[in-house]
């Protein structure tokens, strides 16, 4: 059984007034622990700093998007001796200000150096001191470079181009790729995953496609993962990656489109071979009572047939709605469910799901609900809050993203930090995008959660 804490009742004299402090050797309260089906449990809410909403990056654009994805940097992490923790996060936003319209915004992931001073009282911090337990800092920016230093772009794409001579027997060579338009062949990108490799090069998950790219350390891209049909969206029959395609599992009905699919690919040798498709699963997402779909906005790899996923609505501040009904980082485990890969439903004419009911054929992953970002217990905390009003103190809308670090204590060798951040969607008052002014009405900052949690790992 697991166990979910919703806070830890490790407080000094210095915590019971609000003063944050370190603490690695905190030790949870079991009286606040409640039960779910999977081996691990939370101490709760440690962390939160934000990123205002007008800082500017190194190109001169506004700095938003950046909880689209982040990743620990290898190697960064490390406990300090006055009890922090130290390290550098790389955050990568999706495709820059596009209230009005997709714009030609270049692909691109920043450095961000962080110290985090976990806070374990029960007492609420103001909003100015919760941001004491989590600093952050800007250090630099990397862009994204197709094929021949082109530069990305964030361009709805309008066009397709052409797959390159040797594919698929040629592991490098790029499959049909989503450009702009014929006359503007830059690779579009909405980027949405990051994953960093040991010799520098990194993924980078793209929800035009949806595809998989390989960049090499400098941002230039190395290789493109094209999923099975059945995932490539079209209109008419073909493929199409502009946004208002669909794809056929559920489509765009929040009512129909609870069932999504997590793939596995063999990676071990990129360079000499495509990398395979090994497994494939269907994932249950959660639903309101109206049957609407909390959509998946990230995944990130626990150990052994167990992944967090983060599933959502968009409430919260920079939405319409301050209000948000659910937010979790959510437990997933894989178990006996149905290894669906290399089946008819591959194919773009088997969906997994007709009209949101799921084929009779297939059993699906366990989902299991874990840490609740809405709890106002936690959120009360740090100073934060769900709902009205709003201001700089609301809950963001938009939480895209998952880190893990390890505690490094040895009375709990399976404890983590949980780092997640929140797309802010470039919402300020005093923006530059592309180098032209903007104000979006809003000053939505970029927010940052830490939680320290138990997870299912191996000894």
């Not at 007034?17 to 440690?46: E, H, I, N, Y």
């Amino acid at each position: 059984m697991a166990q979910f804490y919703l806070l830890a009742a490790i407080v000094t004299a210095a915590l019971a007034l609000g003063s944050p402090t370190a603490r690695s050797d905190a030790t949870p309260d079991a009286s606040l622990a409640f039960s779910v089906q999977a081996d691990g449990k939370t101490f709760g809410l440690v962390g939160f700093g934000l990123i205002p909403s007008n800082f500017r990056e190194s190109t001169g654009d506004t700095l938003g998007g950046i909880g689209s994805a982040i990743a620990l940097r290898q190697g960064s992490f490390k406990a300090n001796h006055d009890g922090t923790f130290s390290g550098t996060l790389v955050v990568q936003p999706d495709r820059g200000f596009n209230v009005l319209t997709t714009i030609n915004y270049q692909g691109r992931q920043h450095d961000i150096d962080f110290v985090l001073s976990p806070y374990y009282g029960a007492a609420d911090l103001t909003f100015n001191q919760s941001q004491k337990t989590l600093n952050v800092t800007y250090k630099r920016t990397l862009l994204y470079k197709d094929r021949f230093g082109v530069k990305t772009s964030g361009l709805d794409p309008l066009g397709v181009r052409a797959a390159e001579l040797g594919y698929p027997l040629v592991a490098l060579a790029d499959p049909i790729v989503p450009i702009p338009n014929s006359s503007f062949s830059h690779l579009s990108m909405d980027n949405e995953g990051l994953v960093l490799n040991a010799d520098g090069t990194f993924w980078v998950s793209d929800e035009y496609g949806p595809y998989v790219y390989r960049f090499d350390a400098l941002g230039n891209l190395l290789q493109a993962i094209q999923p099975p049909a059945a995932i490539l969206p079209r209109i008419d029959g073909q493929a199409n990656f502009t946004s208002s395609a669909t794809v056929q599992d559920g489509g765009d009905d929040k009512t129909t489109s609870r069932y999504t699919r997590l793939l596995a690919y063999d990676i071990t040798a990129p360079l000499l071979k495509r990398p395979d498709l090994v497994a494939e699963y269907v994932v249950p997402l959660p639903q309101s009572k109206k049957n609407k779909t909390f959509a998946a906005s990230e995944i990130h790899f626990v150990s052994e047939g167990v992944f967090l996923v983060l599933s959502r609505d968009g409430n919260g501040h920079g939405d319409d709605d301050s209000e948000s009904s659910y937010k979790g980082i959510d437990l997933v485990m894989i178990g006996d469910a149905t290894d669906i890969h290399g089946s008819k439903f591959d194919n773009a004419l088997n969906p997994i799901a007709v009209n949101g009911t799921l084929n009779s054929q297939i059993k699906p992953v366990t989902y299991i609900p874990f840490v609740d970002m809405l709890n106002s217990t936690q959120l009360a905390r740090f100073g934060l809050h769900n709902g009205d009003p709003v201001d700089a103190t609301l809950i963001d809308g938009k939480w895209e993203s998952i880190a893990l670090a390890p505690v490094g204590d040895p009375k709990f060798p399976h404890d983590f930090f949980l780092f997640t951040a929140a797309d802010n969607d470039f919402l300020t008052t005093d923006g530059i995008s592309l180098g032209v002014p903007y104000n979006a009405g809003l000053d939505n900052d970029n927010q940052f959660l830490v939680y320290r949690v138990t997870l299912p790992t191996a000894q």
